[in-house]
């Protein structure tokens, strides 16, 4: 087996380049989250112009999360069939389609098919922009850009409740639902302005056009040592792999997968799209009015908005596994002391104690698993089945939601919010066992996180638990 060597490298810098090429990609992000925040708020007005019981309600809200699903799913392959930039196109197309067709929806059935086509839209944006951005971003700020992603998530869904809560007077939520095509034509025209990920250049041999953009995003010509070490990595892989579904379940690539897979899935089960997507129902429970309620979504939404950026500053510092462990504990307790208060009678104390544990869940939310995770799926994947992989763990992303934006609504009604905040803490608490056991991957290029794994020498990456052993 042919090693790649550690070799001295030139400390790259920020060009221009990447960051129009990030700032582009990242409004898939603002895409995903203005569809996240717009969709609770406009929901009940939805149900109550169309007559919908809460299953529907929670379905409508949910109908973007079933076409995320699919749209994750074939996001992957058609990546590494046509390239990061032209998938990253089409899912700006579909969301534009798929929210102005919710926007004129006559009846519930179109309605749903819109909400499923910003679905296919959302779902292959979100596999390809933290690929995307990996792929360009130099090691030292990869964290802190893939995460940007998360911050422009946090700021559409902030846009989101701004509009529920400026339109809660008139109701009129087709203009909220409408409003969502503005940022999805902006990155389909933006995708024209950037350049194709040069790694996958490589795994087409396109040699000369992968140094031509490599050159243009370090701004330098000296890369030579990052493209050998890209193209080795490359003639490894495809000595062995071909990059097909079943490569990621094969020797040294399972372990990377199911830790991608697993942080994928805890960072959404553990109640994050309960609280966004419900928070109005929520915070009526403990006395607020309904307009309030739509108020205090906004500040929270600026909270959820403040501490991505404070995430954002921290992760390629402090490093994923301690900022995902220290997440998993907040979660746990905010969630458990939410449901403790929920669970007697509302008065002015226990309204404020809960709202601060709201806040106070958010942000723990925001700085950890909502901002790290997409960090740790973006860079944990060996190349050769990185967009493939990257599918199946965002699918899990939105599989997860669909399910809990479908129950959540059914679950309060039927439980009440203390027993369904239970669960969820529950879930959290299993989320802080897979941290302690989780590998650290900061500071590494993709190539070394992958040399590393492929050896079986996680002492390099990791100060957990886990053996990557084939």
């Known amino acids: 087996m042919t090693r790649t060597t550690a070799v001295p490298r030139t400390r790259d810098r920020m060009t221009g380049y990447v960051y129009v090429a990030i700032a582009v990609s990242t409004l898939g992000g603002l895409i995903f989250g203005y569809d996240i925040g717009v969709s609770g708020g406009a929901g009940g ?11 529907l ?18 996001g992957g392959p058609m990546a590494d069939r046509f390239g990061r930039r032209w998938t990253l196109l089409l899912s700006g197309v579909l969301f534009s389609l798929g929210a102005l067709v919710s926007a004129i929806a ?17 779902g292959a944006a979100s596999v390809l922009v933290p690929v995307y951005i990996a792929e360009l971003a130099p090691s030292r700020v990869r964290g802190a850009l ?4 998360q911050l422009l998530t946090t700021l559409g869904i902030l846009v989101g409740y701004g509009v529920n809560a400026s339109l809660a007077s008139t109701e009129a939520w087709r203009w909220s639902l409408g409003l969502a095509a503005v940022p999805g034509i902006l990155l389909a025209l933006g995708v024209l302005l950037i350049p194709e990920s040069p790694r996958w250049l490589v795994v087409q041999g396109r040699h000369d056009d992968a ?14 040592h990052e493209i050998d070490e890209i193209e080795a990595i490359n003639r490894e892989d495809a000595s062995t792999h071909r990059g097909q579904w079943r490569d990621m379940f094969r020797g040294w690539v399972r372990p990377m ?6 942080v994928a899935f805890f960072a959404n089960a553990c109640g994050i799209n309960l609280i966004v997507y419900f928070a109005p129902q929520i915070l009526q429970s403990i006395g607020m009015g309904a307009s309030a309620s739509l108020l205090a979504t906004v500040g929270l939404g600026v909270v959820n908005v403040v501490f991505t950026g404070v995430g954002m500053a ?19 307790v905010s969630l458990g002391a939410l449901a403790i208060l929920l669970a007697f009678p509302v008065n002015g104390s226990t309204a404020a104690l809960s709202l601060i544990c709201l806040a106070l869940y ?18 944990i994947f060996p190349l050769h089945v990185r967009a493939k992989a990257t599918a199946a763990a965002t699918f899990v992303i939105f599989a997860t939601n669909l399910v809990i934006g479908v129950f959540s609504l059914p679950l309060l009604d039927s439980f009440g919010a203390p027993a369904t905040l239970s669960i969820f803490a529950v879930v959290c608490l299993v989320f802080v066992f897979f941290c302690l056991r989780m590998p650290e991957t900061k500071g590494k290029t993709l190539e070394e996180l992958e040399e590393h794994f492929r050896t079986g020498s996680p002492r390099a990456v990791t100060d957990g638990e886990i053996r990557v052993d084939a």
């Open 45 to 55: 007005f939805v149900a109550s112009d169309l007559h919908l019981g809460s299953f």
């Open 57 to 74: 309600q929670g379905a409508v809200v949910s109908g973007s999360t079933l076409g995320g699903a699919i749209g994750a799913l074939a």
């Open 106 to 122: 006559p009846d519930l059935s179109l309605l749903m098919l819109g909400r499923v086509v910003v679905g296919l839209g959302v």
């Open 146 to 149: 893939v995460a940007g992603f």
């Open 211 to 224: 140094l031509r953009v490599l050159r243009r995003i370090r701004g330098r010509d000296d890369v030579s």
């Open 257 to 262: 997968v199911v830790v991608g897979i697993l």
């Open 314 to 332: 921290l992760v390629d510092r402090v490093g994923r596994r301690p900022m995902l462990l220290v997440g998993a504990v907040g979660m746990t």
């Open 362 to 379: 958010i942000v723990v939310y925001a700085v950890s698993p909502g901002l790290v995770a997409y960090v740790v799926i973006s860079e």
